[in-house]
């Protein structure tokens, strides 16, 4: 453990890590930046949709970014900086929020964006006739009950003061707020455009980002510059995003460095060959997620909290991410990444310990003279790493007595319907913040009331804690119920934290202007990314 922290030391020391320019005159090393081109970008699944209200996956999350604004986003350091809002102020009780909105702004279909229609776009998350995947995030601004319960037909916290001018009242003091207006749920949308569309909204987007939608095939989507985007128009023309659905990674890579892709994702032996590259840009960033196996806390099996726990112990995940990966991840048995504020090695549960894991087992009833524990899993990719990774757990659980079958489910929209259902026992999850806050870990994955607990899994003692850190203001208070609420989930085993992502991706030498945070790719701003290919 010791050698692994230190290893997450050297990661964390540096902000990103790739190809230096080669030195010279000046006009080499920062060479006039070009206009024009077509960026080609590889997406492991299609998004289900590019709504950004009712968007779950961070494959529209990529395509989100591009599109639309809010009123603040995340810059390279995950500071909150202005977007359509030019500036905001805080009143000392932290419960009113006041922006001032920027007066060049307009919708691709043309419309200037006014204060009103962050009201209508914040109200309509919190329409009780929807389904908005950040309604947990708004509930809390003033009137959000009443208008939800019918009592009122406008919520009270929401009001657009005059046509630039936005006031924001919550009902009690929120620490993450801003943060969460900088979430791809708190993009600004057209009301006559969702009125006009209605659902084929997700598929037929406007909003006010550097690019705009020119179309939305089954295998590509295709973006255009927006001509007339307030903080300029984009360097390059186009965006072209090919669907390898199932994350057909060396199929990716082969794209590659064939030179039909701009950029894409390395793994296992790939990515120490680029590594050591002397021809493409090789960058390398811990980000702010995790890759778990969640258990369905509902299937009759795994109702048993010694089943879950044994589960834990069971599966090797130091051998898997050294044989697999190449040790290009790091083992995780926290739910909070590193980087992350509140993370707590402390917390760590679940090591690799076969023995334990059989004791825990046979106490349950699943012991070599009891009955045989069988389950499935589901897995959205059935790429080469995924399926040499997933053969190692079974492998492992077998070891123990329990017996794995592996289910596969490509296509993404499908897969998270049978993960909503609750028609399975396991499931392979990768999740990444959203912002930077372990509200999002541990609420948006692990909170009773969440959309995103697909294990169902439901302790009030958690939720209670989770609720105070939300309005404790005090960063030390905060991070101390945090780690309380981490370490009861921890315990009750819900899920099998796996292995913390590190962001590692090749660029063709000729792309500059990258950007990139600890939120990862699909945050990689493309309206600063230009071409140089003289």
């Not at 069971?314 to 044989?323: G, L, S």
């Not at 739910?335 to 679940?350: H, R, V």
């Not at 897969?415 to 259902?421: H, M």
Request: aromatic content about 12%; overall charge negative.
């Amino acid at each position: 453990m010791r050698r692994l922290l230190v290893s997450l030391i050297v990661i964390l020391s540096f902000t990103i890590s790739c190809q230096q320019e080669p030195t010279g005159p000046p006009e080499k090393v920062q060479p006039e930046v070009r206009t024009g081109g077509v960026y080609r970008a590889p997406l492991p699944w299609s998004p289900r949709t590019l709504d950004p209200a009712f968007s779950t996956d961070i494959y529209a999350v990529t395509l989100i970014q591009q599109i639309f604004d809010g009123l603040v986003q995340f810059d390279q350091n995950l500071n909150v900086v202005p977007a359509l809002a030019t500036n905001w102020k805080v009143s000392s009780d932290g419960l009113v929020y006041t922006f001032n909105l920027r007066d060049d702004a307009s919708f691709h279909n043309g419309r200037e964006v006014t204060a009103e229609d962050f009201v209508y776009s914040f109200t309509r998350i919190l329409d009780p006739k929807e389904e908005s995947s950040a309604l947990s995030f708004f509930q809390r601004v003033k009137g959000a009950a009443a208008y939800r319960n019918g009592e009122s037909n406008a919520v009270v916290g929401l009001r657009a003061i005059d046509a630039h001018t936005l006031q924001i009242t919550i009902n009690e003091p929120f620490a993450p707020f801003l943060s969460v207006l900088a979430m791809i749920s708190s993009k600004v949308v057209p009301r006559e455009e969702i009125e006009r569309l209605g659902k084929k909204f997700g598929s037929h987007p406007v909003g006010t980002g550097p690019f705009r939608l020119e179309s939305f095939e089954e295998d590509k989507i295709i973006l255009g510059a927006n001509e007339d985007y307030f903080g300029g128009r984009p360097y390059i023309d186009r965006v072209v995003y090919t669907i390898y659905a199932g994350a057909q990674r060396q199929k990716i890579l082969q794209d590659f460095l064939a030179d039909r892709l701009e950029e894409a994702a390395v793994f296992g032996a790939d990515r120490e060959k680029m590594a050591q590259t002397t021809v493409y840009q090789f960058v390398r960033k811990p980000s702010l997620s995790l890759q778990f196996y969640g258990m369905n806390c509902t299937a009759a099996a795994l109702k048993d909290k010694r089943v879950r726990q044994a589960l834990g112990w069971a599966i090797n995940k130091e051998e898997i991410i050294r044989e697999v990966f190449k040790n290009q991840f790091i083992p995780a048995e926290t739910i909070l990444p590193p980087g992350m504020t509140g993370y707590t090695p402390e917390n760590a549960a679940y090591g690799y310990d076969r023995e334990r894991a059989k004791e825990l087992l046979a106490e349950a009833g699943y012991g070599p003279a009891q009955k045989k524990l069988s389950l499935t899993l589901l897995s959205a990719s059935k790429s080469n790493v995924a399926q040499k990774e997933l053969a190692m757990v079974a492998a492992d659980l077998a070891a123990v007595g329990v017996e794995l079958q592996i289910k596969y489910e490509t296509d993404w929209p499908t897969f998270e319907a049978a993960l909503n259902s609750g028609r399975f026992q396991l499931y392979r999850y990768f999740w990444s913040a959203d912002i930077p806050d372990p509200d999002d870990f541990l609420n948006a994955i692990c909170g009773s009331d969440s959309p995103y607990n697909f294990m169902h899994y439901s302790n009030p003692k958690v939720d209670r804690l989770l609720a105070q850190a939300l309005e404790e203001t005090d960063i030390i208070k905060r991070v101390r119920l945090y780690r309380e609420a981490e370490g009861m989930i921890l315990e009750d085993a819900p899920m099998i934290p796996f292995m913390y992502w590190v962001f590692e991706s090749v660029f063709q030498p000729y792309v500059k202007g990258l950007e990139i945070s600890a939120l990862g790719s699909p945050y990689i701003p493309l309206k600063k990314i230009w071409l140089d290919k003289q």
